[in-house]
């Protein structure tokens, strides 16, 4: 659009402008063009508008899921809000430029205060979603490089079963569960084998995602604390789980149990 334009007589571009702006008729072959080119180029912005936002939430749901087949505390990384304020923004910007792109110019011709109110709101959605951004408490991206395998040959189911024996046991009798920033690299230094095979292993055969996995470990430590030692606080029993708040302890004890902490300690 832009090439064509610069190569148009100036003459041309202000009866094609004019045409565009208020509805002029269109005086020759040119002015045709150029108007055919800018009906394209709002058509093919339309079409970019859904598809980064079709794509923008694929990513951010398969990252999610990523997320929790490697982290047992996703408290930390405030994934929640950052999810809902970055798919609200997304929508939220979208739908604005999707309007203005579809109607075009001629609508704000002598009423430039809208434009001004549609900047001002994008301005402000930008100013959100950015500290939100900065808010985030980075994903260690340098786990030590030689745990970083992801792309691993094919396993014999027996190995896989020895994996499984050696990740149970180390739960039971370690209990890594009780360190709140435990990372599926962590454990599978532990027990010798690499984040692929654990993560297969869970996926598959445990039929849950590392993050329930673990929760599911400091559940049923919290359960055994809030029966055995009743004197101690929610904070208390928290801490004492592993869990990495006591906001998390309460929302995955009850999204598993269908009661909050205190409510089970009085049963």
Same mark, same amino acid.
């Given at each position: ?10 003459? !041309? ?18 002015t045709k063009i150029l108007t055919y080119l800018y009906d394209g180029s709002r058509y093919f912005h339309?079409? #970019? *508008? ?10 951010? &749901? $398969? ?5 929790? %087949?490697?982290?047992?505390?996703? !408290?930390?990384? #405030? ?55 900065? $808010? #985030? ?19 014999? &189911? ?16 370690? $209990? ?7 990372? *599926? ?23 849950? %995602? ?5 929760? !599911? ?7 055994? &604390?809030?029966?055995?030692?009743? #004197? ?8 004492l789980s592993g869990f990495g708040s006591v906001n998390s302890f309460i929302r995955i004890f009850k999204m598993n149990n269908k009661c909050t902490p205190t409510q089970?300690?009085?049963?």
């Amino acid at each position: 659009m832009l090439l064509a334009s610069s190569l148009a007589s100036l003459e !041309d571009y202000q009866v094609y402008m004019n045409h565009i702006l208020h509805t002029t008729k269109l005086t020759n072959q040119t002015t045709k063009i150029l108007t055919y080119l800018y009906d394209g180029s709002r058509y093919f912005h339309l079409i #970019q *508008i859904l598809a980064y936002n079709i794509l923008s939430i694929h990513f951010l &749901l $398969k990252t999610k899921k990523s997320m929790s %087949n490697s982290f047992s505390n996703l !408290d930390k990384f #405030q994934l929640r809000y950052f999810y809902i304020v970055t798919i609200s923004f997304i929508l939220l910007m979208s739908i604005p430029g999707f309007y203005i792109t579809y109607i075009g110019r001629t609508p704000f011709v002598g009423n430039e205060f809208s434009l001004l109110y549609f900047s001002i709101i994008f301005t402000i959605l930008y100013l959100i979603l950015a500290i939100v951004g900065l $808010k #985030q408490i980075p994903v260690e991206k340098n786990i030590s490089h030689q745990f970083k395998n992801t792309n691993s040959p094919e396993i014999h &189911l027996d190995e896989l079963k020895e994996i499984e024996i050696s990740l149970l046991k180390y739960f039971k009798k370690e $209990k890594p569960w009780l360190n709140p920033h435990l990372n *599926i690299w962590n454990v599978a230094k532990s027990i010798g084998t690499n984040r692929s095979y654990v993560s297969k292993i869970i996926n598959e055969n445990l039929n849950c %995602n590392f993050n329930q996995f673990v929760n !599911d470990y400091r559940i049923s430590e919290a359960k055994r &604390l809030l029966k055995q030692q009743p #004197q101690l606080s929610i904070a208390e029993i928290s801490e004492l789980s592993g869990f990495g708040s006591v906001n998390s302890f309460i929302r995955i004890f009850k999204m598993n149990n269908k009661c909050t902490p205190t409510q089970f300690k009085k049963k």
